[in-house]
């Protein structure tokens, strides 16, 4: 995934810049992460951008039709 130069926020106007960030997703009661996801990011304000083919490998991965590459354990505290 390329973002075009010059390619700026739709909020703040903000430049935009390619990195790779983890995501959060919660699924039914567990947590998962998902790594190395390209994104467009926003200088300015944070706002992330995703090109529609990483969404959609997201969304599989969140349903669990692709295989998790590793799994961690969340320590999980209680009262
Ligand atoms: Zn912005």
Redesign the pocket.
Known sequence: MRFPEGE???????V?VEKRVTLHRKVKANYILIENVPAGV??????RYYAANVLKTIEESVRGRQKAEREVLVPVYSM
């Not at 700026?8 to 903000?14: F, K, L, P, V």
């Not at 926003?42 to 706002?47: A, D, H, R, Y």
């Open positions: 700026t926020c739709e909020y703040c106007g903000g935009i926003c200088v300015q304000c944070g706002t």
